[in-house]
């Protein structure tokens, strides 16, 4: 019998889905997952489908599950690309899921949240770094701050304790995770091939030579499971990455080289406006490689590439507090899209 049983709403998300994928394959752990709509392909675990903004929804499915343990929450609101995302929405929608879970789970003993580094501003322009888990809150709200504030009041004088994680430029292998770093790098580059182009940095001078985080779906699942259940670990958020930073200048020669192709200048484009007639190109790659019919708009989101490649300053969070609890395990970041890249081509995701 599993010691733990983990409720995951927002598991058809990167992290949600790498989280579910990892505890479902330790002993230790139960999953449930929890989505508005359930993930394609078969499952090792249950997925509830319900609409987190719905009160009395998720009390009727997610109440009916009494022995979880843990709600690992990893929802965020739908929303324009374009737009900021909602801060009242994603608060109504953890409220939710608590008021569901709280009452009808006896033995809860833990909530985590995931969040990211917009928590210290890094979307608003140039900020201190390297960002350490005590560093004050910004002035403008976010939904982040929300969440936070929201598990801090409904976990005092309760049975459960709260915990976060703070990630950074997540990639993932899932071959129906399209919010990917790896993945959009992937794609980017088939289409830049395809169409006879070298390999260009997308983005601004400023950001290909600053530096940068990210963090595997996999490790971070790793961090998480840890995080919610080491005693020391209670009531505290904790940046997350693979423990390392880069440039992309020095890491896109070796991209170049994987996919075959010569490496281009910094040529600065909006990938959402530049890519988003490329959908021919998208599908005579599909057919000519035989890769698997993967719908274009689904083959990466372009969004949020510029989101990441246009910033010109340094991407950085401190990662000792997280080490310090005994949490050592790390990534090298480059390797890690290289290896992501060759998963693809493997499963047929990208030539």
Known sequence: MARYCALIPGVTGVV????????????????IGAARRAPPGPLNYPVICVDFTDAAACRAKLG?????????????????????????VNAVMLRNVLDAVAPAAPGLGHV?????????????????????????RVGEDNWYYAQEDLIVERSRGERWNWSASRPHGVCARGTDIARSMARLIAVYAAISKESGRPFCFPGTAGSFHALYQSVDAALLAKAIAWISTAPVCANQAFNVTNGDFIRWANLWPSFAEFFGMEAGPVKTVSLARSMADQAPVWERIVRKHRLRPTPYEQAAVWSYGDFNFMRGYDIMSDTLKLRQTGFGDCIDTGRMFLGHFAYFRQERITP
């Open 16 to 31: 949600g889905h790498g989280l579910a994928e990892y505890l479902a394959a330790h002993h230790d752990w139960e999953v």
């Open 112 to 136: 985590h949240i995931v969040q990211g580094s917009k928590v210290y501003g890094s979307d608003l322009g140039p900020y201190k770094t390297p960002a350490k888990e005590s560093d004050p």
């Open 64 to 88: 009916a599950w009494p022995h979880v343990t843990h709600v690992l929450y990893c929802a965020r609101a739908a929303h324009p690309a374009s737009a900021k995302e909602p801060i009242d």
